[in-house]
C-alpha cells in the first residue's frame, strides 16, 4: 500500500505519534514505501535512532526532534472499543487524547524550527446522533460524551496553528480492517449468530483501512486551505448493509444480531453511541482536493478486509 504522490512531491521528514495502533502500524510502512523519513513516538526506551521517547501524561517528549521535521501525525489515544464505559475507561479516553494532542501542540510552539503541517486523527463521533441529516465537515457538533471528547480534542491540535504550522483535522469513521471495531461484529458472523444491530437503518460511516491509509498519506502531500476532513467511505451505508453484506461474503445467516434493548442492556452508553448512533457523513473536502477512493463501496471494504480484492 503505497500512499499518493503528486509528481512533484518531495520526501516529508514525518513524526509519527500513535505508530503501533490499527490505523499507525500501515501507515507508517506505507509512508516509509512512499520515500518519506518517519520517526515515532514511544513511551519506553527507543531502540533506535528513528524511535523518540515521550510521556504525553507528563507533557514531555524528546528533546528537539520537532526541530527536525516537516510534518507531525497523532493518531495517540486510548481506544474507545472497550466496553463497556467504566468511569475510569471514560476519563481514559478523554485525557489520552488531550494530553497527547496538548503535549505535541506545546512541542511545536515553543520549536525554533517549527513543522509545516499537523495531522491530528479526530472521530465522526463529534457530530453525534442525527438520524437521517446530511452532515458534511461544515455541519455544528452534535451532543453526547463522544462529541464532548472531540472537541476537546481538536481543541487542543488548534494550539499549534499558526502562520508556519498549518494543522488539519482528519475525522475518521468506522475503519473496515482486520481487528479494531469490525473484529466482533466478523466473529458473530462466522458463528453463525450475525444479524440486524438495533434498528439496522442508522447511518454507519465507515472508511477501508487501506483507504483511511491513503486519505492520510494524501493530506501529508497535498497543500490545502482547508482544515477539517471527513475520512469517510464515498459512498453511504446503514447498520444492515454492513451486517448483511458480512454475512453474505461469509455464506452464514443474518438472522439473529443484537436488538436495541441488548446493545442497552449489555454496553451501556458506549453501546448507544457507537453502535445506535445514526451519523450520514459525507467526505466533502477529499472530494475537493482530488481525493479518490479505491475502495468505494462497504461490500468493496469488507472484501479487502477479508483478502478477496
Request: aromatic share 4%.
Amino acid at each position: 500500500m503505497v500512499v499518493d504522490l503528486p509528481s512533484d512531491a518531495r520526501p516529508r521528514r514525518i513524526l509519527l505519534a500513535g505508530a503501533s495502533g490499527m490505523i499507525g502500524t500501515p501507515l507508517r510502512s506505507s509512508l516509509v514505501e512512499a520515500g518519506h523519513i518517519v520517526h515515532t513516538l514511544v513511551r519506553r526506551t527507543p531502540q533506535g535512532p528513528s524511535e523518540h521517547q515521550w510521556n504525553p501524561d507528563a507533557g514531555t517528549i524528546d528533546s528537539g526532534i520537532i526541530d527536525h521535521i516537516d510534518v507531525v501525525i497523532n493518531l495517540s489515544g486510548a481506544s474507545i472499543g472497550k466496553i463497556p464505559w467504566t468511569k475510569r475507561h471514560k476519563n481514559l479516553i478523554m485525557s489520552s487524547r488531550v494530553n497527547a494532542t496538548r503535549t505535541l501542540a506545546s512541542a511545536i510552539t515553543q520549536a525554533e524550527n517549527t513543522p509545516s503541517l499537523l495531522i491530528q486523527g479526530s472521530a465522526v463521533g463529534f457530530y453525534g446522533d442525527r438520524g437521517n441529516e446530511e452532515l458534511t465537515e461544515f455541519s455544528p457538533r452534535g451532543s453526547g460524551f463522544l462529541a464532548d471528547v472531540v472537541e476537546a480534542w481538536e481543541g487542543e491540535a488548534q494550539v499549534a496553528s499558526s502562520k508556519k504550522t498549518r494543522v488539519c483535522i482528519a475525522r475518521t469513521g468506522l475503519v473496515v480492517g482486520r481487528g479494531g471495531a469490525l473484529a466482533p461484529l466478523a466473529l458473530q458472523t462466522r458463528l453463525g449468530v450475525g444479524g440486524k444491530i438495533g434498528p439496522g437503518t442508522q447511518w454507519w460511516p465507515w472508511i477501508s483501512l487501506h483507504d483511511e491509509v491513503r486519505a492520510l498519506g494524501y493530506l501529508v502531500t497535498h497543500d490545502t486551505d482547508q482544515t477539517i476532513f471527513n475520512l469517510v467511505g464515498p459512498t453511504p451505508a446503514t447498520a444492515t448493509d454492513l451486517t448483511k453484506e458480512l454475512a453474505r461474503v461469509l455464506r452464514r445467516p443474518h438472522l439473529l444480531g443484537l436488538p436495541t434493548f441488548a446493545v442497552k442492556a449489555l454496553m451501556g452508553e458506549a453501546g448507544e453511541e457507537l453502535l445506535l448512533s445514526s451519523q450520514r457523513v459525507i467526505n466533502q473536502r477529499l472530494d475537493i482536493i482530488g481525493f479518490r477512493f479505491d475502495d468505494v463501496t462497504i461490500a468493496d471494504a469488507i472484501a479487502r478486509m477479508l483478502g478477496r480484492r
